[in-house]
């Protein structure tokens, strides 16, 4: 499969037009990640929001197991739900709040992007953590995931929140090498987007 980093695109300063939007996914398409068009993603019951000691253990975990070891290093899929326009913002307690500042403030720019559109759970979670091992090895610093805001169900009340962008904003506190990440500008998604500020092997915060 071709590395998700084979397309590298700039940060973008104005809001895009329709052939930015087609020239960015058909960059993804040649880069090997495919839309699924079917939803089976099984959302799973929200639950309570995990403390700050239980976060901290997870990721310690994850920590201590090989990078490139092939199994899942994320949550099972029950996370907390969040509302389609909230704003996701994360960062680990010893990152300096200058450069906080300037991730959220989208000054950081962004080196390779991955759009979960269309994706089942279980599919998206794959992506992102290949995507997120292709950064690692690439030694990007900074990273834009398109999670989009589309609603699990318009059947039932409890379902009824945007389940790739409640995954993600789970899974990203989970990996070890994420620093921070933070709803984008609106040029680059917005509320349906997140700018990832990453570890890379050697560097200071």
């Known amino acids: ?53 239980a976060l901290a253990e997870r990721r310690a975990a994850a920590t201590s197991a090989d990078s490139q070891a092939p199994t899942s290093r994320t949550s099972d899929g ?50 992102l953590e290949a995507f997120l091992h292709d950064a690692h090895g690439q030694r990007w610093r900074c990273v834009l995931v398109v999670h989009g805001k589309a609603r699990a169900s318009q059947l039932s009340e409890r379902d009824d929140y945007p389940v790739i962008k409640s995954h993600v904003n789970a899974w990203l506190r989970e990996w070890p090498s994420v620093l921070a990440f933070c709803s984008a500008k609106d040029a680059d998604g917005g509320t349906g987007a997140v700018y990832v500020l990453l570890r890379r092997r050697g560097d200071a915060l």
């Open 78 to 127: 029950r996370v907390e739900p969040v509302r389609p326009s909230e704003a996701l913002d994360f960062a680990v307690p010893d990152l300096p709040y200058r450069t906080r500042t300037q991730l959220k403030r989208g000054n950081i720019a962004w080196e390779a992007g991955l759009d979960l559109h269309g994706y089942t759970v279980n599919d998206a979670r794959a992506q």
């Open 1 to 53: 499969m071709p590395p998700f980093g084979s397309f590298v695109m700039s940060r973008r300063r104005g809001p895009p037009d329709d052939a930015d939007i087609n020239l960015f996914r058909q960059a993804l398409e040649n880069a090997g990640v495919r839309r699924l068009h079917a939803n089976r993603a099984d959302p799973g019951q929200a639950r309570r929001r995990d403390d700050d000691d």
